[in-house]
T-cell receptor
Framework: DAGVIQSPRHEVTEMGQEVTLRCKPI?????LFWYRQTMMRGLELLIY????????DSGMPEDRFSAKMPNASFSTLKIQPSEPRDSAVYFC?????????????FGAGSRLTVL | AQKVTQAQTEISVVEKEDVTLDCVYE???????LFWYKQPPSGELVFLIR??????QNEISGRYSWNFQKSTSSFNFTITASQVVDSAVYFC????????????FGTGTRLTVIP
């Protein structure tokens, strides 16, 4: 298996632009997670899905952030409009079964820079 | 609420030295899981180990060993005979029912192994 695949790996954009990050989880995994990593706040859970349904989005910082999972093999995290404080590395992870008893496998991350 | 403390922000050792990374956790649950992840300079998050709260046996995997002590709420990670390739940021994480079984990460310890 190719693991969790994220794209783009790097994105540089200007403030106000829309950003879309993409994730392909491991085939057969039924949980998908979006995390954000910053120097100030470390690794934070933004949202997670179970069987394509959003379960908890309490970590999503603002209405400018939205995430979707239209099918079992694809998820997007969208920021509109983007702001410099959104600059971070965004990780997607998936697992078979909920976290804790099951191990999350992370993607390589998408490094976002908003100028 | 759950909490993971990695008091060591940065550690530097000379190659072949042993090094221990500390992790102290807080949880009100009796059932929980503890994890260590490695983040090398390339940026991805690599799973190292998972322990559940009912298994206090220490574990050894090659040069890596983990010491889980419920009495002190600690889950420390030791690298024996460190190598340059061990240079990375290491994260301890906790998953418990109170946190909906999601992973809650510590702030990480940056390990630099000097050749």
């Amino acid at each position: 298996d190719a693991g969790v695949i994220q794209s783009p790996r790097h994105e540089v954009t200007e403030m106000g632009q829309e950003v879309t990050l993409r994730c392909k989880p491991i085939s057969g995994h039924d949980y998908l997670f979006w995390y954000r990593q910053t120097m100030m706040r470390g690794l934070e859970l933004l949202i997670y899905f179970n069987n394509n349904v959003p379960i908890d989005d309490s970590g999503m910082p603002e209405d400018r952030f939205s995430a979707k999972m239209p099918n079992a093999s694809f998820s997007t995290l969208k920021i509109q409009p983007s702001e410099p404080r959104d600059s971070a590395v965004y990780f997607c992870a998936s697992s078979f079964g909920r976290a804790g008893a099951n191990v999350l496998t992370f993607g390589a991350g998408s490094r976002l820079t908003v100028l | 609420a759950q909490k993971v403390t990695q008091a060591q922000t940065e550690i530097s050792v000379v190659e072949k030295e042993d090094v221990t990374l500390d992790c102290v956790y807080e949880t009100r649950d009796t059932t929980y899981y503890l994890f260590w992840y490695k983040q090398p300079p390339s940026g991805e998050l690599v799973f190292l180990i998972r322990r559940n709260s009912f298994d206090e046996q220490n574990e050894i995997s090659g040069r890596y060993s983990w010491n889980f002590q419920k009495s002190t709420s600690s889950f420390n990670f030791t690298i024996t005979a460190s190598q340059v390739v061990d240079s990375a940021v290491y994260f301890c994480a906790l998953s418990d029912r109170t946190g909906a079984n999601n992973l809650f990460f510590g702030t990480g310890t940056r390990l630099t192994v000097i050749p």
